[in-house]
C-alpha cells in the first residue's frame, strides 16, 4: 500500500512524501521547508501535489526543481487555480543559458473545477507556456489515481484522495491445474469484466467466470492529505464527499482549542474540529499535521490529545 511520510520538523513548513512500495517512484505533497527530505527521494518524485501557493507551502519549490532539473523527465504538477502562472514566474526568474531544451519537462494541470482541470506543458530554456488540453479528471498512473476536494482558505485549497489501485490475488487453495501463463490471461479477464473470455489450460477451453472463483479483488489503500482549510461547513460537505472511509487522512490542525478564534481569522482548523470530522468521515485512521510555528512541542501534544479525543468521540 501507498505510505506517507512527513519530511518537515515542528517548526518547519509543511511537505509530505507519499511512496509506492518496491517502486522508485515518489509523489511529493506541498513544498515548504523540509529537512528531512533527501536529494535522492526529489529525484524520485514523479508528480507534485500542492494544495496552495501560501509562501508555507510552496517555499521549497526552487530547491525541488534545483534537484530535478537535467533528469529529462516529464515531471506533473497538480495545483490550484493560477498555479500554472505561479511556476512559470519562479522558473523564469532564473537563468538558464547553460540548459538543453530537454533538461526536463513540467506538465501542470491547474484545478479549475471539480469538472475542468487544464493541462499546460513548459520547457527550458525559455519556459513558455503551452496550453495543451482541458480534462475532467486529475491524475492518474499505473499504481493510483487521485481525487480531490477544493477547500475554503480565503482562497483555494486543494486537497488530494491518492486511491491505489485495486489488485487481484490467484487463491491456489482447491486448485485442480498446473500453474500458467492462463492465470495471467483469468486475471485480465477478471479485471477487464469479460466473462465470456475463453481460457484454455492443458488443452481445455473454459469461459471464464467459470473460473473467477479462484480470484480474489483487493481494494486498492485510500489515502488523504488534506492541507490548510476554514471550519465551516461547506468544506465539511466536500471533505465527506471525497474522504468518506478512507483507510488514513493526513489533515491540517494549525491551532489548539483555546486558540479557535485565531483559526476563524485566518481560516484554518483546531484540534477538536479536525479529530470531528475525521470521524464523521469514519476513516479508518486519522493523523493530524502542520502546527502553528508558534508552538512547542507541549503544545503539540496539547493538538493531539484533543484532535484524538475528537477523533474517537471521547
Same mark, same amino acid.
Given at each position: 500500500?501507498?505510505?506517507? $511520510?512527513?519530511? !518537515?520538523?515542528?517548526?518547519?513548513? %509543511? =511537505?509530505?512524501?507519499?511512496?509506492?512500495?518496491? *517502486?522508485?517512484?515518489?509523489?511529493?505533497?506541498?513544498?515548504?521547508?523540509?529537512?528531512?527530505?533527501?536529494?535522492? $527521494?526529489?529525484? !524520485?518524485?514523479?508528480?507534485?501535489? %500542492? =494544495?496552495?501557493?501560501?509562501?508555507?507551502?510552496? *517555499?521549497?519549490?526552487?530547491?525541488?526543481?534545483?534537484?530535478?532539473?537535467?533528469?529529462?523527465?516529464k515531471i506533473v504538477i497538480c495545483g490550484p487555480k493560477n498555479i500554472h502562472r505561479q511556476i512559470e514566474a519562479r522558473l523564469k526568474s532564473y537563468t538558464w543559458n547553460l540548459i538543453d531544451e530537454n533538461a526536463i519537462e513540467y506538465e501542470i494541470r491547474e484545478i479549475v473545477s471539480k469538472e475542468e482541470i487544464n493541462v499546460y506543458k513548459i520547457r527550458p530554456p525559455h519556459w513558455n507556456l503551452e496550453l495543451i488540453e482541458t480534462q475532467h479528471f486529475l491524475f492518474e498512473d499505473e499504481y493510483v489515481n487521485v481525487d480531490f476536494a477544493i477547500l475554503d482558505h480565503k482562497t483555494d485549497s486543494i486537497a488530494y484522495l491518492f486511491r491505489e489501485k485495486d489488485s487481484v490475488t490467484f487463491n491456489e487453495n482447491?486448485?485442480?491445474?498446473?500453474?500458467?501463463?492462463?492465470?495471467?490471461?483469468?486475471?485480465?479477464?477478471?479485471?477487464?469484466?469479460?466473462?465470456?473470455?475463453?481460457?484454455?489450460?492443458?488443452?481445455t477451453v473454459y469461459k471464464?467466470?467459470?473460473?473467477?472463483?479462484?480470484?480474489?479483488?483487493?481494494?486498492?489503500?485510500?489515502?488523504?492529505?488534506?492541507?490548510?482549510?476554514?471550519?465551516?461547513?461547506?468544506?465539511?460537505?466536500?471533505?465527506?464527499?471525497?474522504?468518506?472511509?478512507a483507510d488514513m487522512v493526513y489533515i491540517e490542525t494549525f491551532y489548539k482549542d483555546e486558540d479557535q478564534e485565531f483559526a476563524k481569522i485566518n481560516y484554518h482548523s483546531f484540534a477538536s474540529a479536525s479529530g470531528k470530522i475525521m470521524k464523521e468521515c469514519e476513516v479508518k485512521e486519522a493523523i493530524p499535521i502542520h502546527f502553528s510555528r508558534r508552538y512547542v512541542e507541549s503544545d503539540q501534544l496539547e493538538i493531539e490529545t484533543a484532535f484524538y479525543k475528537a477523533f474517537q468521540g471521547n
Open positions: 500500500m501507498v505510505q506517507a $511520510e512527513i519530511k !518537515s520538523l515542528l517548526k518547519e513548513d %509543511i =511537505s509530505i512524501l507519499i511512496k509506492v512500495p518496491n *517502486s522508485a517512484k515518489h509523489y511529493l505533497c506541498d513544498c515548504g521547508e523540509a529537512s528531512l527530505l533527501t536529494v535522492k $527521494e526529489v529525484q !524520485s518524485v514523479s508528480a507534485i501535489f %500542492i =494544495s496552495h501557493t501560501h509562501i508555507d507551502h510552496f *517555499s521549497n519549490f526552487d530547491g525541488i526543481f534545483r534537484h530535478q532539473i537535467g533528469s529529462g523527465e482447491g486448485l485442480e491445474f498446473k500453474k500458467g501463463k492462463w492465470i495471467s490471461e483469468l486475471k485480465k479477464a477478471f479485471e477487464n469484466n469479460d466473462s465470456e473470455k475463453e481460457i484454455e489450460i492443458e488443452g471464464a467466470s467459470d473460473l473467477f472463483h479462484f480470484l480474489t479483488r483487493n481494494k486498492g489503500y485510500k489515502l488523504g492529505v488534506i492541507m490548510d482549510h476554514a471550519v465551516c461547513e461547506d468544506n465539511y460537505e466536500k471533505i465527506k464527499t471525497v474522504f468518506r472511509e
